[in-house]
């Protein structure tokens, strides 16, 4: 079974300032889909990046970049520019095809002024 | 675009009563999910539908479990008789095409069984 792990509990960063968030999972598979979903207090989680496995770049979106090392399975999450509205619950989680979902245990992001 | 509703937001019962969630999906979206988040860990899936289909409930408790999505649209979700351990924010999502496709959440009910 696919197993997700993300190794820091809690986070804290200076607004304005860059933050990376640390992912790893364990798959024999070669083609699978990682995310990272953002879940602020009280509200819903949405979907912050996705990145497909058979894709050597790295996906971007807006302050949002993924790093991600397929052979170390390895896939951190950097935010830039930190705002106060990046505090939330980050989740990573990993996808294969006809599978579901599998999460991570989340890792809790404050971002201080 | 109206989002993944749904009711309610809160819910406090006592052990082996009974609660029922429901949820709302975006229109249109054939793909729906039911998720368990227990208090420090992320989601887990409970089950998907395809439409009016069961494509995955490998990880639904059936003995206290179920659901339904009559006519392909909104769904509920059943435990009976609920368990000190059933206490747990319960997610839906929904998704336009098959789970490849961007899922998006619901505000998610929050469950405290005494």
Known sequence: AQTVTQSQPEMSVQEAETVTLSCTYDTSENNYYLFWYKQPPSRQMILVIRQEAYKQQNATENRFSVNFQKAAKSFSLKISDSQLGDTAMYFCAFMKQGTPLVFGKGTRLSVIA | ?114
């Open chain 2, 1 to 114: 675009e109206a989002g993944v509703a749904q009711s309610p937001r809160y819910k406090i019962i006592e052990k082996r009563q009974s609660v029922a969630f429901w949820c709302n999906p975006i229109s249109g979206h054939a793909t729906l999910y039911w998720y368990q988040q227990i208090l420090g860990q992320g989601p887990k899936l409970l089950i998907q539908f395809q439409n009016n289909g069961v494509v995955d409930d490998s990880q639904l408790p059936k003995d206290r479990f179920s659901a339904e999505r009559l006519k392909g649209v909104d769904s509920t979700l059943k435990i009976q008789p609920a368990k000190l351990e059933d206490s747990a924010v319960y997610l839906c999502a929904s998704s336009l095409g098959g789970p490849l496709e961007t899922q998006y959440f619901g505000p998610g009910t929050r469950l405290l069984v005494l």
